[in-house]
C-alpha cells in the first residue's frame, strides 16, 4: 500500500523531502505554521528594488540542488552569479582589500604579511591532530595557519557564514569537510589537490569551486514553485502541535489558524522545522527525552538590511561577491554582499543594492537598535569603507531574532539525541538546517538523501 508520510514545516528541507515523497507516488501532508512557505528564504520586490531578507545565493556543493531544481521544472529559471562575483574583499585597516584569487596574488596580497605566507608553505608539514579533544575552528587555524589567517581568512568568513565565532565553533561539526581533509590526507592543500578526484567521482563541489546560483525571481521562486508542485497536500497557517503513536501509525495534531484542530494518522513524520521549535511539539511517548536539551543549540539573531543607492552616490565600484569585515577591525557589521553586481535586475537602471548583515554571535546587540538608528550605524560603516554619500534612496530590513544554528564544540551530544529520538520511535525523522549543514545546499541534501533512503526502505 502506497505509504502516508505527515511533513512538519514547509522551510526548504520540508518542501524538498515533500516533493520527493509525493513525486515517488507517497500520500504526503506537508503542514506550515506560518501564512508563507520558504522559512529562510524570502524574497521581496519593492520600488523596483529586489532583496532578499534571509539567504543571497545558493552554492551548487552538492548535485541534489540541480536534481531538485530540475525535478520543479525551474532549470530555465536559474541564474549565475556574475563572474565578477568570484572577487571578494576582506576589510583590513579600514579598507576593502580584494583577497587573492592565484598563488602569485597571495604572494604579492597586502591583506597577510610575510610570516602568514610562509605559515602556509609550512602547513603540509604540520601533523594532523590525534583527537584528543574536539577543537574549535579558531584552534584548528592557529595550530595549521596561526593568528593573522585566523584574524583576517578564518574569522570574517565564519561571520559570513554563521554569523558566527570560530572561538566556539567546532571544527569537526561546524566544518566537516575540513576537518576529514585533515584527518584523511594529514594537510588541508594536501587534501585539496587529492580530494579534488575524490569528489570529482562524487560529483559533489567543493566551496570554492561550486557555483553560486539563485533565480531570475531572486530564492523565493523555489519555495513558491515547490509548493505549487505539491498543490493542496500543503497546508498554510496549520501548526502540528502534538505527535502519539498507535499501533503501527502516528496520530499528528494540528492546529489552524483559526482555530480548528485536527488529527491525521501516518507512517511516516518527518520534523522540518527550526530545531529550538521542537519544544513547543507535544511528543506522547514513554521515551521523549532531549527536546528541551535540543532547545540549547545557539541561535544567534542577525538582522539583514538591503540598501538602495543612485549609482553616482558610491564611490567604490561594488565589483566583486562583497566585503566581510574581521572582528579585529572593530566595525559594526558583518560584511555586506554587493548584490546588484551578483544578479542583474535587483535595483533600478542608475541604481545599485548592498546588503548588509548585522549582529551574530559578535554583536547580537546591535540588533535591538530601532530602525533608524540601525540604518545610521551601518551607513557609518559603508560610508568610509565604500564612499557613500547621502542616504539610501531604499531600503528593507529583517530582523531574524534565531538565524542560524552554531554548530559549536559539542555539537555530537545533539546529533546523538536526534539520532536516538529516530531509533525509539520508528517512522520519525529529522531533517533541516541542524542535520548536516546549515547552507540551503546542505539541507537540500540531506532531505533528499533521507527521501531516496524512506523510499529504498518502502520497496
Ligand atoms: C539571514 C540569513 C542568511 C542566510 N544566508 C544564507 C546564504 O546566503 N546561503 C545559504 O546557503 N544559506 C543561508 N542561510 C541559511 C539557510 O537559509 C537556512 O539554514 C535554511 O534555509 C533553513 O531551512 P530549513 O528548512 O531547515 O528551516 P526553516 O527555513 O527555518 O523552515 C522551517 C519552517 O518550519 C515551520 N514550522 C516550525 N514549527 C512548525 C510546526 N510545529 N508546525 C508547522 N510548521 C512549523 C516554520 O514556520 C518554518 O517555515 C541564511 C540564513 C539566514 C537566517
Same mark, same amino acid.
Given at each position: $500500500?502506497?505509504?502516508?508520510?505527515?511533513?512538519?514545516?514547509?522551510?526548504?528541507? %520540508?518542501?524538498?523531502?515533500?516533493? #520527493?515523497?509525493?513525486?515517488?507516488?507517497?500520500?504526503?501532508?506537508?503542514?506550515?505554521?506560518?501564512?508563507?512557505?520558504?522559512?529562510? @528564504?524570502?524574497?521581496?520586490? #519593492?520600488?523596483?528594488?529586489?532583496?532578499?531578507?534571509?539567504?543571497?545565493?545558493?552554492?551548487?556543493?552538492?548535485?541534489?540542488?540541480?536534481?531538485?531544481?530540475?525535478?520543479?521544472?525551474?532549470?530555465?529559471?536559474?541564474?549565475?552569479? *556574475?563572474?565578477?562575483?568570484?572577487?571578494?574583499?576582506?576589510?583590513?585597516?579600514?579598507?576593502?582589500?580584494? +583577497?587573492?584569487?592565484?598563488?602569485?596574488?597571495?604572494?604579492?596580497?597586502?591583506?597577510?604579511?610575510?610570516?602568514?605566507?610562509?605559515?602556509?608553505?609550512?602547513?603540509?608539514?604540520?601533523?594532523?591532530?590525534? *583527537?584528543?579533544?574536539?577543537?574549535? =575552528?579558531?584552534?584548528?587555524? =592557529?595550530?595549521?595557519?596561526?593568528?593573522?589567517?585566523?584574524?583576517?581568512?578564518?574569522?570574517?568568513?565564519?561571520?559570513?557564514?554563521?554569523?558566527?565565532?570560530?572561538?566556539?565553533?567546532?571544527?569537526?561539526?561546524?566544518?566537516? !569537510?575540513?576537518?576529514? +581533509?585533515?584527518?584523511?590526507? %594529514?594537510?588541508? @592543500? /594536501?587534501?585539496?589537490? !587529492?580530494?579534488?578526484?575524490?569528489?570529482? /567521482?562524487?560529483?559533489?563541489?567543493?566551496?570554492?569551486?561550486?557555483? $553560486?546560483?539563485?533565480? !531570475?525571481? %531572486?530564492?523565493?521562486?523555489?519555495?513558491?514553485?515547490?509548493?505549487?508542485?505539491?498543490?493542496?497536500?500543503?497546508?498554510?497557517?496549520?501548526?502540528?502541535?502534538?505527535?502519539?503513536?498507535?499501533?503501527?501509525?502516528?496520530?499528528?495534531?494540528?492546529?489552524?489558524?483559526?482555530?480548528?484542530?485536527?488529527?491525521?494518522?501516518?507512517?511516516?513524520?518527518?520534523?522540518?522545522?527550526?530545531?529550538?521549535?521542537?519544544?513547543?511539539?507535544?511528543?506522547?511517548?514513554?521515551?521523549?527525552?532531549?527536546?528541551?536539551?535540543?532547545?540549547?543549540?545557539?541561535?544567534?539573531?542577525?538582522?539583514?538590511?538591503?540598501?538602495?543607492?543612485?549609482?553616482?552616490?558610491?564611490?567604490?565600484?561594488?565589483?566583486?561577491?562583497?566585503?566581510?569585515?574581521?572582528?579585529?577591525?572593530?566595525?559594526?557589521? +558583518?560584511?555586506?554582499?554587493?548584490?546588484?553586481?551578483?544578479?542583474?535586475?535587483?535595483?533600478?537602471?542608475?541604481?545599485?543594492?548592498?546588503?548588509?548583515?548585522?549582529?551574530?554571535?559578535?554583536?547580537?546587540?546591535?540588533?535591538?537598535?530601532?530602525?533608524?538608528?540601525?540604518? #545610521?550605524?551601518? $551607513?557609518?560603516?559603508?560610508?568610509?569603507?565604500?564612499?557613500? #554619500? %547621502?542616504?539610501?534612496?531604499?531600503? +528593507? $530590513?529583517?530582523?531574524?531574532?534565531?538565524? @542560524?544554528?552554531?554548530?559549536?564544540?559539542?555539537?555530537? /551530544?545533539?546529533?546523538?539525541?536526534?539520532?536516538?529520538?529516530?531509533?525509539?520511535?520508528?517512522?520519525?525523522?529529522?531533517?533541516?538546517?541542524?542535520?548536516?549543514?546549515?547552507?540551503?545546499?546542505?539541507? @537540500?541534501?540531506?532531505?533528499?538523501?533521507?527521501?531516496?533512503?524512506?523510499?529504498?526502505?518502502?520497496?
Amino acid at each position: $500500500m502506497t505509504k502516508k508520510v505527515a511533513v512538519i514545516g514547509a522551510g526548504i528541507a %520540508g518542501l524538498t523531502i515533500a516533493f #520527493k515523497l509525493k513525486q515517488a507516488g507517497w500520500r504526503v501532508s506537508l503542514y506550515e505554521a506560518s501564512p508563507r512557505v520558504g522559512g529562510a @528564504i524570502r524574497t521581496e520586490k #519593492k520600488q523596483g528594488f529586489l532583496a532578499e531578507l534571509g539567504p543571497n545565493t545558493v552554492l551548487e556543493t552538492s548535485p541534489k540542488v540541480a536534481e531538485l531544481i530540475d525535478a520543479a521544472g525551474l532549470t530555465g529559471e536559474k541564474i549565475y552569479a *556574475n563572474d565578477s562575483g568570484q572577487k571578494r574583499f576582506i576589510v583590513r585597516e579600514n579598507k576593502p582589500v580584494a +583577497l587573492p584569487g592565484s598563488p602569485i596574488a597571495f604572494i604579492l596580497t597586502p591583506l597577510f604579511g610575510l610570516l602568514t605566507k610562509l605559515k602556509l608553505i609550512r602547513e603540509p608539514f604540520i601533523p594532523a591532530w590525534d *583527537n584528543r579533544y574536539e577543537e574549535s =575552528l579558531a584552534d584548528f587555524v =592557529l595550530r595549521r595557519l596561526g593568528q593573522e589567517f585566523l584574524d583576517y581568512a578564518i574569522n570574517p568568513f565564519v561571520a559570513g557564514v554563521y554569523a558566527g565565532d570560530p572561538g566556539q565553533l567546532s571544527v569537526k561539526h561546524g566544518f566537516a !569537510k575540513l576537518y576529514a +581533509l585533515e584527518q584523511e590526507y %594529514g594537510s588541508l @592543500i /594536501k587534501g585539496q589537490i !587529492k580530494g579534488a578526484k575524490k569528489r570529482k /567521482k562524487s560529483a559533489e563541489q567543493s566551496k570554492q569551486s561550486a557555483r $553560486m546560483i539563485s533565480f !531570475k525571481g %531572486g530564492l523565493g521562486t523555489l519555495p513558491e514553485i515547490l509548493a505549487s508542485r505539491l498543490g493542496t497536500d500543503l497546508e498554510t497557517n496549520t501548526k502540528v502541535t502534538a505527535l502519539s503513536r498507535e499501533k503501527d501509525k502516528w496520530i499528528v495534531q494540528v492546529r489552524c489558524d483559526d482555530g480548528a484542530e485536527k488529527t491525521e494518522h501516518a507512517d511516516h513524520v518527518i520534523y522540518a522545522g527550526p530545531v529550538y521549535h521542537l519544544e513547543e511539539l507535544t511528543l506522547n511517548s514513554a521515551n521523549v527525552q532531549g527536546f528541551s536539551e535540543l532547545a540549547e543549540i545557539h541561535h544567534p539573531p542577525v538582522t539583514t538590511l538591503t540598501l538602495g543607492f543612485k549609482r553616482e552616490q558610491v564611490d567604490h565600484p561594488l565589483d566583486g561577491f562583497g566585503m566581510l569585515v574581521p572582528e579585529v577591525e572593530q566595525l559594526n557589521i +558583518l560584511g555586506a554582499l554587493f548584490t546588484s553586481t551578483l544578479f542583474p535586475d535587483r535595483a533600478p537602471e542608475g541604481h545599485v543594492t548592498i546588503t548588509v548583515f548585522l549582529g551574530g554571535v559578535r554583536q547580537p546587540d546591535l540588533t535591538k537598535l530601532a530602525d533608524s538608528e540601525l540604518i #545610521k550605524t551601518v $551607513m557609518a560603516d559603508l560610508s568610509s569603507l565604500l564612499g557613500i #554619500k %547621502g542616504s539610501p534612496v531604499f531600503h +528593507l $530590513m529583517k530582523r531574524w531574532l534565531k538565524a @542560524i544554528p552554531q554548530y559549536n564544540v559539542g555539537y555530537g /551530544k545533539y546529533k546523538a539525541i536526534l539520532s536516538g529520538l529516530e531509533k525509539q520511535h520508528p517512522g520519525l525523522h529529522f531533517t533541516g538546517n541542524y542535520c548536516s549543514g546549515i547552507s540551503v545546499a546542505d539541507t @537540500i541534501k540531506h532531505a533528499s538523501e533521507l527521501a531516496e533512503a524512506l523510499i529504498d526502505q518502502a520497496e
